[in-house]
């Protein structure tokens, strides 16, 4: 069976356009990326359905030497399979990106519900968020009643290090990625009070605790309480937040509305397929931890 279905005209000028417009968006640091953009191309051209050497290199107008050692680099990394009479197709590690681009789609969609909820219950700021890389990415944010302007907006990153909502991503980390993750912020242009030792210590009673706090770190006069989402995997996904000024989130307020962050990201972590533990996290002695 030909999956190939799309002339390679057509393909070529799909390339052609995904080339132009990240070449528009950041011309300088692409200088050094040729051979990444051309295995993305040979990628995108077997999705396409281009499955032989000899129609990847007339396709992409490389030669095939460059072409078959592209191609040979993917499907050692599962990204494409190769088989000799059906030749190249897409590799299991496609699928387990697309899930996983799935799932972040998928969790404003499932969250929305309850993070209104949060923010209608706490009449604070309420947030979503993933990891990115070595950033929070923000998914959502649901303003509450009080008047307080949060800076944070949808859609671009936060520092994990000094953010609620960013410690509450790393809960499941070992110590040497912590630190990683602390060390790279390091060169950064936030000046961040909180020194290795210390935070180091604190992600460790978060972990225990299974929430963070961000105490005035980020932003100033500002603080949060955050908790992690998790999938059917048990993995943590992301996270969620409730956010104010410090005047309305004193140490007592900040330790009660543990068990309403806490609440809530369990609820939509049900809802992606995680199975919560017999007894609620919040119910935990935190003394004894």
């Given at each position: 069976m030909q999956?190939?279905?799309?002339?390679?005209?057509?393909?070529q000028s799909?390339?052609i356009?995904?080339?132009?417009?990240t070449k528009?968006?950041?011309?300088?640091?692409l200088?050094g990326?040729q051979?990444?953009?051309?295995?993305l191309?040979?990628?995108?051209?077997?999705t396409?359905?281009?499955?032989?050497l000899?129609?990847?290199?007339?396709?992409l107008?490389?030669?095939?030497?460059?072409?078959?050692?592209?191609?040979a680099?993917?499907?050692?990394?599962?990204?494409?399979?190769?088989?000799?009479h059906?030749?190249?197709?897409?590799?299991?590690?496609?699928?387990?990106?697309g899930?996983?681009?799935?799932?972040?789609?998928?969790?404003?969609?499932?969250?929305?519900?309850?993070?209104?909820?949060?923010?209608?219950?706490?009449?604070d700021?309420?947030h979503?968020?993933v990891?990115?890389?070595?950033?929070?990415?923000y998914?959502?944010?649901?303003s509450?009643?009080?008047?307080v302007?949060i800076s944070s907006?949808?859609g671009?990153?936060?520092?994990?290090?000094?953010?609620?909502?960013?410690?509450?991503?790393?809960?499941?980390?070992?110590?040497?990625?912590?630190?990683?993750?602390y060390r790279?912020?390091?060169?950064?242009?936030?000046?961040?009070?909180?020194?290795?030792?210390?935070?180091?210590?604190?992600?460790?009673?978060y972990?225990?605790?299974?929430?963070?706090f961000?105490?005035e770190?980020?932003e100033?006069?500002?603080r949060?309480?955050?908790a992690?989402v998790?999938d059917?995997?048990g993995k943590?996904?992301?996270?969620?937040?409730v956010?104010s000024?410090?005047?309305y989130?004193?140490?007592?307020?900040?330790?009660?509305?543990?068990?309403d962050?806490?609440?809530?990201?369990e609820k939509?972590?049900?809802?992606?397929?995680?199975?919560?533990?017999?007894?609620p996290v919040?119910?935990i002695?935190?003394?004894?931890?």
């Amino acid at each position: 069976m030909q999956p190939k279905t799309i002339s390679k005209k057509k393909i070529q000028s799909s390339l052609i356009r995904s080339k132009t417009k990240t070449k528009s968006a950041k011309p300088k640091k692409l200088l050094g990326s040729q051979t990444l953009l051309r295995g993305l191309n040979i990628l995108e051209a077997v999705t396409f359905g281009v499955n032989n050497l000899a129609d990847l290199s007339a396709t992409l107008k490389l030669n095939r030497s460059t072409v078959h050692r592209l191609a040979a680099s993917l499907v050692e990394r599962r990204y494409m399979t190769f088989t000799p009479h059906n030749g190249y197709g897409l590799g299991s590690k496609t699928l387990e990106l697309g899930y996983q681009a799935r799932m972040q789609l998928n969790i404003p969609r499932v969250a929305k519900v309850h993070l209104e909820s949060l923010a209608t219950l706490t009449g604070d700021t309420v947030h979503l968020g993933v990891l990115d890389g070595m950033r929070a990415f923000y998914l959502d944010k649901i303003s509450g009643r009080r008047r307080v302007e949060i800076s944070s907006r949808v859609g671009e990153l936060q520092p994990l290090r000094s953010t609620g909502l960013g410690k509450a991503l790393l809960l499941d980390e070992k110590d040497q990625k912590l630190r990683g993750f602390y060390r790279y912020e390091e060169d950064g242009e936030q000046r961040y009070e909180v020194p290795e030792s210390a935070w180091m210590r604190r992600m460790r009673e978060y972990a225990l605790l299974g929430y963070a706090f961000d105490l005035e770190e980020n932003e100033d006069r500002i603080r949060c309480v955050a908790a992690p989402v998790r999938d059917a995997s048990g993995k943590i996904k992301a996270a969620i937040s409730v956010s104010s000024a410090a005047q309305y989130m004193d140490d007592e307020r900040m330790q009660a509305l543990t068990k309403d962050v806490l609440w809530a990201a369990e609820k939509i972590s049900r809802e992606l397929g995680w199975e919560a533990p017999s007894a609620p996290v919040w119910k935990i002695d935190q003394k004894a931890a």
